[in-house]
């Protein structure tokens, strides 16, 4: 299983990314996949998931702010990130269901 993130960058306060991630080697409507974060100096922490139906769950630090979808045609889970804060500032990492992880996207996000 390959995963592989991209849409990352800097932004200012207040701006957007999308993320995308990209899953090669499995059956990517199977599985359940979800976004990370890891800030400097910090442990990694779940942002958002989406099961194989589309059910979605979000950190509290994301609700209202970001959106999880997929699109099991293309393989591709995003992450749709509005109103970023500085302290969104982290590594973004795709991990799908069974262990499996990219190898992450910056974010930064400067005020």
């Known amino acids: 299983v390959q995963l592989e993130e991209s849409g990352g960058g800097s932004v200012q306060a207040g701006g957007s990314l999308r993320l995308s991630c990209a899953a090669s080697?499995?059956?990517?409507?199977?599985?359940?996949m979800a976004w990370y974060r890891q800030a400097q100096g910090k442990q990694r922490e779940l942002v958002a998931r989406?099961?194989?139906?589309?059910?979605?769950t979000y950190a509290d630090s994301a609700k209202g702010r970001f959106t999880i979808s997929r699109d099991n045609a293309k393989n591709t889970v995003y992450l749709q990130m509005n109103s970023l804060k500085p302290e969104d500032t982290a590594v973004y990492y795709c991990?799908?269901?069974?262990?499996?992880w990219g190898k992450g996207t910056l974010v930064t996000v400067s005020s």
């Open positions: 991990y799908q269901d069974g262990g499996y």
């Open positions: 080697g499995s059956i990517f409507s199977y599985y359940l």
């Open positions: 989406i099961t194989m139906s589309g059910g979605t």
